[in-house]
């Protein structure tokens, strides 16, 4: 198993580096360079981390002491090592859910507090309100910070910054949080399908393979005339947020940067336009697909264990669920758009790292943001994967080559983060659910025109606003 940095940057050669470091290595084995941080005696100094009560944070995060549970222990581990070299008692809050991180925030630093030497946050919500108020310090002026280590995610600080500036970042110490699609391998078989596995590693895991697929499974198993839950499908998913992911495996952004370094709006174009029509036929020409609504009561959801659905989209820490599955499945990434397309491509649902700009100590934050993420590779990142990913749910070594695809190939979107939840940008991102999967609509130009200029005016917002922002 290669132990990914799940936010490495340019991730075929990190994938790569790594691969070929751990191939022959146990966890307990591996080891990776050392950062160039001295010990240090800060003499007990508070390190507070602070963080909403979402997502991975409530079970992969935070250990008070050790259980025996092999996650719980790595984390425990990685946090004593980190205080015993700098002397430091690191100590977390949580205000509540997400909504509660920029008020928590705000209020500190208003007030001219170091309340906080880090901030965890959710990976929309708030995110450029902090920035443009002037509550989050610029992580280039963070000392002893390693940009270059295998750790820390270089490709953020193009996707993110802005004038130079970076006010989030990941590092190893950040797990992603990507979705991928499970296949019953049974049915594969059976319908002589090929192997899905040498499809991603030939590079033609594509949207329009998974069509092909998809469409050679179904029936009408109870005879009844109509294609319900209890039917069989070729994919089973939830029509709601995970179905976003199809685009930015079709490395299709919200936004990029113009010729003058600008941010603008990339939501209409000829590759847009061709993934709503591939993805209406998927979901809606044939009954190969069957769509549950989001909060949907469990009778009305169809999973891979039911054995009655060859292709299921699910955020990959959700594995868990199907620990006793009787299903042989497997792991894949999220298609790519076309052979053509050089990497599978994972957005990352997970949080993102700030500091607010009233922290004093900033050596002390380097060191311990440091220190935190370079041990992450040697504790939790193994755990994670070993625990709760491959010990447990993926049942192949091919699986975890695919775990090792998706892990090393997220990505993060400055519309997505910045204005996934602005009006005029809220409609355009969640376009496939919402026009696509639920709509049933490929009426993409209209979507488009309804939002465009609120969405323009958004980006100019935070253009003008960051001008005057440390």
Same mark, same amino acid.
């Given at each position: 198993?290669?132990?990914?940095?799940?936010?490495?940057?340019?991730?075929?050669?990190?994938?790569?580096?790594?691969v070929?470091?751990?191939?022959?290595?146990?966890?307990?084995?591996?080891?990776?360079?050392?950062?160039d941080i001295?010990?240090?005696?800060?003499?007990?100094?508070?390190?507070?981390?602070?963080?909403?009560?979402?997502?991975?944070?409530?079970?992969?995060?935070?250990?008070e002491e050790?259980?025996?549970?092999?996650?719980?222990?790595?984390?425990?581990?990685?946090?004593?090592?980190v205080e015993?070299?700098?002397?430091i008692d690191?100590?977390?809050?949580?205000?509540?859910?997400?909504?509660?991180?920029?008020?928590?925030?705000?209020?500190?630093?208003?007030?001219?507090?170091?309340?906080?030497?880090l901030?965890?946050?959710?990976?929309?919500?708030?995110l450029?309100?902090?920035m443009?108020?002037?509550y989050?310090?610029?992580?280039?002026?963070?000392?002893?910070?390693?940009?270059?280590?295998?750790?820390?995610?270089q490709?953020?600080?193009?996707?993110?910054?802005?004038?130079?500036?970076l006010?989030?970042?990941?590092?190893?110490?950040?797990?992603?949080?990507?979705?991928?699609f499970?296949?019953?391998?049974?049915?594969?078989?059976?319908?002589?399908?090929?192997?899905?596995?040498?499809?991603?590693?030939?590079?033609?895991?594509?949207?329009?393979?998974?069509?092909?697929?998809?469409?050679?499974?179904?029936g009408?198993?109870?005879?009844?005339g109509k294609?319900?839950?209890?039917?069989?499908?070729?994919?089973?998913?939830e029509?709601?947020?995970?179905?976003?992911?199809?685009?930015y495996?079709?490395?299709q952004?919200?936004?990029?940067?113009?010729?003058?370094?600008?941010?603008?709006?990339d939501?209409?174009?000829?590759?847009?336009?061709?993934?709503?029509?591939?993805?209406?036929?998927?979901?809606?020409n044939?009954?190969?697909?069957?769509?549950?609504s989001?909060g949907?009561?469990?009778?009305?959801?169809?999973?891979?264990?039911?054995?009655?659905?060859?292709?299921n989209?699910?955020?990959?820490?959700?594995?868990?669920?199907?620990r006793?599955?009787?299903?042989?499945?497997?792991?894949?990434?999220?298609?790519?758009?076309?052979?053509a397309?050089?990497k599978?491509?994972?957005?990352?649902?997970?949080?993102?790292?700030?500091i607010?700009?009233?922290?004093?100590?900033?050596?002390?934050?380097?060191?311990? +943001? @440091?220190?935190? =993420?370079?041990?992450? #590779?040697?504790?939790?990142?193994?755990?994670?994967? %070993? &625990?709760?990913l491959?010990?447990?749910?993926?049942?192949?070594?091919?699986?975890?080559?695919?775990?090792?695809?998706?892990?090393?190939?997220?990505?993060?979107?400055?519309?997505m983060n910045?204005?996934?939840?602005?009006?005029?940008?809220?409609?355009?991102?969640?376009?496939?659910?919402?026009?696509?999967?639920?709509?049933?609509?490929?009426?993409?130009?209209?979507?488009?025109?309804? +939002? @465009?200029?609120? =969405?323009?005016?958004? #980006?100019?917002?935070?253009?003008?606003?960051?001008? %005057? &922002?440390?």
């Amino acid at each position: 198993m290669a132990f990914l940095c799940v936010s490495c940057a340019e991730p075929d050669e990190q994938a790569t580096d790594i691969v070929e470091e751990t191939e022959s290595a146990s966890a307990e084995e591996t080891t990776y360079p050392r950062p160039d941080i001295p010990k240090t005696d800060f003499g007990g100094e508070k390190f507070v981390i602070l963080y909403p009560g979402w997502g991975l944070y409530n079970d992969y995060f935070f250990a008070e002491e050790q259980t025996g549970e092999q996650m719980n222990d790595a984390i425990y581990k990685r946090t004593v090592n980190v205080e015993e070299y700098l002397s430091i008692d690191i100590d977390t809050f949580t205000p509540g859910y997400i909504e509660k991180i920029m008020p928590a925030v705000k209020a500190s630093v208003l007030g001219g507090l170091d309340d906080y030497q880090l901030v965890l946050t959710h990976c929309i919500q708030d995110l450029s309100n902090m920035m443009i108020s002037g509550y989050l310090l610029d992580w280039n002026k963070v000392p002893h910070i390693n940009w270059d280590a295998m750790y820390w995610n270089q490709t953020i600080k193009d996707t993110l910054s802005i004038y130079g500036r970076l006010y989030y970042a990941a590092s190893s110490y950040m797990i992603a949080d990507p979705n991928g699609f499970l296949f019953n391998k049974q049915m594969v078989e059976e319908y002589n399908l090929g192997n899905p596995y040498a499809l991603v590693k030939e590079g033609k895991w594509t949207l329009d393979r998974l069509n092909e697929m998809a469409q050679a499974v179904s029936g009408d198993l109870d005879g009844d005339g109509k294609y319900t839950v209890e039917d069989l499908y070729g994919l089973a998913a939830e029509a709601d947020w995970m179905l976003i992911s199809f685009m930015y495996g079709c490395d299709q952004l919200m936004v990029k940067r113009d010729e003058t370094g600008e941010y603008v709006l990339d939501m209409y174009n000829d590759k847009m336009l061709s993934i709503t029509e591939k993805l209406y036929n998927l979901f809606h020409n044939g009954n190969q697909t069957y769509l549950w609504s989001y909060g949907a009561p469990e009778d009305n959801i169809l999973r891979i264990n039911s054995g009655r659905v060859l292709f299921n989209i699910i955020p990959i820490h959700t594995c868990k669920i199907y620990r006793q599955s009787e299903v042989d499945f497997g792991i894949l990434p999220f298609p790519k758009y076309d052979e053509a397309q050089e990497k599978y491509i994972t957005l990352d649902w997970g949080g993102l790292m700030c500091i607010p700009t009233t922290a004093v100590n900033l050596d002390l934050i380097g060191m311990t +943001n @440091e220190l935190l =993420a370079y041990e992450s #590779l040697s504790t939790t990142i193994p755990a994670y994967y %070993d &625990v709760l990913l491959t010990g447990k749910f993926a049942r192949d070594e091919e699986s975890v080559d695919m775990l090792n695809i998706i892990y090393s190939s997220v990505v993060y979107d400055y519309g997505m983060n910045y204005c996934g939840f602005e009006g005029g940008f809220n409609p355009l991102f969640y376009m496939i659910p919402q026009l696509i999967a639920q709509g049933k609509s490929t009426d993409l130009s209209s979507l488009y025109s309804r +939002n @465009e200029k609120t =969405a323009h005016k958004v #980006l100019e917002r935070i253009s003008e606003k960051m001008k %005057d &922002v440390p």
